[in-house]
């Protein structure tokens, strides 16, 4: 059962998961062990599955991230679904509800590669392409 003090340990495992237990500790007034202790639990029960890197996609030379939709031919969706986990260009996939059945984050070098990536994708089901101007909390509005 999670409690209190684990929503306050995950709030701040959000903000940084690199912070040590004692860091943690003093931000909760909790004792280092009794961090380690709460972790430990909400990890082994799947709580916590697992800790991820962020990315700058512009320092590795993708300047342009995007969101397709992606509306599959009748039949196809098996196929799809495990064809777009290949590709380098995806950050994140869901099949969703809706007129769609897919929504995806991609990241891209330029708008070549951009259109290069949807002509992969129009084999598939006919593609919605939403460009990210910026991310919310960012500062870059």
Do not use: C, W
């Amino acid at each position: 059962m999670v409690d209190e003090i684990d929503f306050k340990i995950i709030d701040v495992l959000k903000t940084n998961s690199r912070l040590s237990y004692a860091e943690i500790g003093k931000q909760i007034s909790l004792s280092p062990s009794s961090v380690r202790e709460r972790v430990k639990k909400m990890e082994d029960s799947g709580l916590i599955k697992g800790y991820t890197l962020q990315l700058n996609q512009s320092l590795i030379g993708n300047n342009l991230e995007a969101f397709i939709m992606l509306k599959i031919f009748s039949g196809r969706l098996k196929a799809v679904l495990v064809e777009i986990e290949s590709y380098p260009e995806v950050k994140e996939a869901f099949r969703i509800t809706g007129q769609h059945n897919l929504y995806i984050r991609i990241a891209l070098k330029d708008q070549l590669h951009l259109q290069q990536f949807i002509d992969k994708l129009v084999n598939f089901g006919e593609p919605t392409t939403h460009l990210i101007l910026s991310r919310i909390g960012e500062g870059n509005y």
